[in-house]
């Protein structure tokens, strides 16, 4: 918002804290903007707590585990046969289905 601050940081962290700056700038001129509130230590406040609060929210978010792979037998029948029977593609469905440990069904 205008200011400037002498800072410091490791010698390979310039680009890390160049995009904090950023960052934070970017969120203290929205809330400034939204007109709402005036005061630049309030500002700077909501500013840390909502970055604080994305940070917290991403961190709490369930890692996807990645999806185990298929067996090299039903990879290949995928792979070899596009145009397999109605009856052929109800195996491999099962069979994924099975590979996948009980997930429910694949469709």
């Not at 700038?25 to 604080?52: E, F, Q, T, Y």
Request: aromatic share 2%; with cysteine; charged share 25%.
């Amino acid at each position: 918002m205008g200011q400037s601050y002498l800072l410091g940081c490791p010698e390979d962290g310039e680009a890390q804290l160049r995009e904090a700056v950023d960052r934070v700038d970017a969120a203290m001129c929205k809330i400034r903007d939204a007109g709402k509130v005036k005061a630049r230590d309030r500002i700077a406040v909501l500013a840390s707590l909502n970055l604080a609060f994305d940070l917290v929210q991403r961190d709490a978010a369930p890692v996807p585990t990645p999806a185990p792979a298929l067996p090299a037998e039903a990879a290949s029948e995928l792979a070899s046969d596009a145009t397999v029977d109605d009856a052929r593609a109800a195996q491999l469905v099962q069979r994924l289905d099975q590979a996948l440990a009980g997930d429910g069904l694949l469709l």
